[in-house]
């Protein structure tokens, strides 16, 4: 694909960015940070960074209370903020110099993840367009205990972006990691307005001009980095005695070829073109609290030292970004050591007056190429058939683009008649522009299929078919029409109980099509079940083997596992040997999942109230009434199950806040959050009537 230059030539400086990364362990009060933070600035501060972007890891305890709602992470916020104003600022290392001072640009924070950035006094105010944003991958895909927190700014005339994450634990969940890395990648977004967008355009952005977009990603700026407890291990085939004694000797050659995230870039499956220092410093986890040893107490799980904590970066321009250090401190209150490099960037500075005129002669090069004659493109073809697709899983095929004329041929996707977007929601197109000049290699344009709740809902009513039309427009040129088409692999997720009590058969066997399904069941169908059968045998398999399992609804399950525990469910085929956390996650995602709650939205009046001990049995009788027949099941049905797993509470470390919370996000929110004022009071009421069903015989 031609990428057209815009730009001028601009001035350029040169600045030195400080990143630091640090997971906590929702420990650390009163220890210095010099140590880390200014480690290499020189004793009259002459190396000091010009930028400065410090991203904290569990700032507090990751457990479900503050999971789910902002309980202490505002206070740890701020005080983790002052802590290193004070340090950058303090007289050692600013000398009460104002032009060495440091004035904060922006900051993050989710849970327990925090990102901070700050800039020299004389720089501030160059800076401008700075946007902020963070997405949760944790627990149900969606939590906070995991993801991601991230902030952009323009710097003079280069664009930064800044990530700060938190991917998913344990030696052997890699594709955990990996799936984290993508949903991150993908969801964080910057509207950065009409005037940034503008004079990206003047800047010689193609994307912003093609698509007349005001949101951009992570990698639509000119440097990208991203920090954080990335939880990448060292391959399983080394024993964790062995990785321990290396660790210990300092011998990391071995190591390094067997660090998970090394391996895992090398194969594209995760930070794909992506660059990292290399590792010459001791791994950064797991150490005994307090000390400088590697934890191997008796009575603490023996875990293999790793490079969890780390720092990489995206560039337009490889030559305009050069790394100085990448290490790590020995602070030692955490179980982790921090980490640090120092960066020295090559900053544009663009005259105005200059990139006017280089973008008017650019506009008259343009003209010159499309006054010689009109454009042509040949697709290898125009229909796409994806076969079956399954919910949650996501499926793609390519079309390829030639330019066979003489010019350059510029292509867009546009709307149909009366439509706004260029495609139905459940299909992605990347990208939706190009230009390819002659002679240039073959530009491939990417068609992706995604049934998510809301599309398998309008697919199992019969409201939405998986067949569409999509246009590309050749600028002066033709219209080529492609057409899209796919067979949807009925399943149990995304569709109400309502419907689900109605079959015995495998839900993939029942017609999505009307007609044919009045065929084989007749017009005048009733419920055959009192609570769907998919509910009942997770319900059973956990029963079965897992109610004493330890941090039972805490951890994430893994998710081949989860998939292949849907597929179990849409088929009727039995369960293999999953493991009871991925069991679990797959009843959160079914009920959360399902196309209207348990306890429907016209029930949550009844949490209006204010709930205290005088009232709360009228209010839970309330809300059992109001239920429909089979919701009134699922409900009692969920209710006994919890209970039955608060009588292993001692194994499994469940309380009955945590399960009222799981209720609360289960079989009343659904997973959807309401950030309003009412919104928390209802959540509120409704967590105290479900602590009320899990402690009485209410039920």
């Known amino acids: 694909m031609y990428i057209l230059t815009l730009a001028p030539i601009p001035n350029k400086t040169q600045v030195r960015i400080f990143l630091g990364t640090w997971n906590v362990n929702a420990k650390g009060k009163d220890e210095p940070l010099d140590s880390w ?30 999971v789910a709602v902002d309980n202490k992470s505002s206070q740890k916020n701020q005080a983790w903020l002052d802590r290193i104003k004070m340090t950058l600022n303090s ?106 967008a503008k004079q990206s355009i003047q800047n010689g952005s193609l994307s912003q001009w093609a698509t007349g977009s005001q949101t951009i990603g992570i990698v639509d700026h000119d440097i990208s980095f991203w920090m954080g407890d990335l939880n ?20 990391l050659d071995l190591l390094r070829r067997n660090d998970q995230l090394n391996f895992e870039r090398a194969e594209g499956r995760c930070f794909h073109g992506w660059d990292e220092g290399i590792l010459n410093f001791l791994p950064t986890y797991k150490y005994q609290p307090g000390t400088d040893f590697y934890d191997q107490r008796p009575e603490k799980k023996l875990r293999a030292p790793a490079w969890c904590d780390r720092i990489l970066w995206l560039t337009q321009d490889p030559s305009f970004l050069k790394q100085l250090n990448y290490t790590r401190s020995e602070l030692n209150v955490s179980d982790h050591k921090p980490v640090m490099s120092t960066f020295v960037a090559t900053i544009k500075d663009v005259i105005a007056s200059e990139r006017e005129k280089v973008y008017q002669s650019v506009m008259k090069r343009l003209d010159e190429y499309e006054n010689q004659s009109l454009p042509m493109v040949g697709l290898d073809r125009t229909e796409l058939n994806f076969g079956e697709v399954r919910y949650g899983k996501s499926k793609t095929l390519p079309i390829r683009i030639t330019n066979t004329g003489k010019v350059v041929a510029q292509f867009r996707l546009v709307p149909k008649l009366d439509e706004v977007a260029v495609c139905k929601s459940w299909l992605r197109v990347l990208p939706t522009y190009g230009m390819i000049i002659p002679g240039d290699k073959d530009t491939t344009v990417n068609f992706t299929i995604n049934v998510n ?6 697919l199992n009513s019969g409201r939405e078919v998986l067949e569409d039309i999509i246009i590309l427009r050749l600028e002066n040129g033709r219209d080529y029409y492609i057409t899209i088409q796919a067979k949807y692999g009925r399943s149990c997720f995304g569709m109400s109980v309502d419907e689900l009590v109605l079959y015995n058969d495998p839900i993939r066997s029942v017609p999505l099509d009307p007609i044919k399904r ?84 016209s029930l949550h009046s009844t949490s209006n109230t204010e709930i205290d001990a005088q009232n709360v049995q009228a209010c839970a009788r309330n809300l059992l009434e109001g239920l429909p027949p089979i919701h009134y099941n699922v409900f009692v049905y969920m209710i006994s199950f919890f209970r039955e797993c608060l009588l292993h509470k001692r194994q499994n470390g469940l309380t009955t806040v945590k399960l009222a919370r799981l209720c609360v996000t289960c079989l009343v929110t659904g997973g959807r959050m309401d950030e309003s004022k009412q919104g928390a009071q209802r959540q509120k009421s409704m967590h105290l009537l479900m602590i009320h069903f899990l402690e009485s015989s209410a039920i």
Not at 232 to 251: C, F, H, M, N, P
Not at 558 to 573: G, H, K, N, V
């Open 91 to 196: 007289m050692r290392n600013s000398g009460n110099d104002p032009n060495r001072a440091y004035t904060q640009i922006s900051s993050k924070y989710l849970v327990g993840l925090m990102l901070c950035v700050f800039v020299k006094a004389p720089h501030r105010t160059h800076v401008k367009c700075v946007h902020t944003d963070s997405v949760g991958v944790g627990v149900m895909g969606m939590m906070g205990n995991k993801g991601g927190v991230s902030v952009r700014l323009q710097f003079y005339d280069s664009t930064i972006c800044l990530v700060n994450s938190h991917l998913a634990a344990h030696r052997e969940n890699v594709a955990g990691r990996n799936a984290d890395f993508h949903n991150i990648s993908s969801k964080l977004q910057y509207d950065i307005g009409h005037e940034a």
């Open 232 to 251: 990448y291990r060292i391959d399983e085939s080394i024993s964790t005695e062995e990785v321990l004694a290396l660790s210990q000797k300092g011998s």
């Open 37 to 66: 933070l200014c480690a290499d600035w020189g004793p009259n501060g002459e190396n000091a960074p010009d930028i400065i972007a410090i991203g904290l890891q569990e700032m507090v305890d990751l457990n479900a209370v503050n």
């Open 453 to 458: 709740n809301e599309i398998a809902g309008a």
């Open 518 to 601: 009045v065929e084989k069941y007749g017009t005048d169908q009733t419920a055959v079940l009192c609570v769907p059968k998919e509910l009942w045998r997770i319900l059973d398999a956990i029963h079965a083997k897992g109610l004493h399992e330890r941090d039972l609804f805490s951890i994430s399950g893994f998710t081949q596992e989860i998939d292949q525990i849907r597929e179990c469910l849409d088929t009727s085929e039995p369960f293999g040997d999953f493991r009871i956390h991925s069991m679990a996650d797959a009843l959160v995602s079914f009920l959360t999942s399902l196309s209207s709650t348990i306890v429907p939205p």
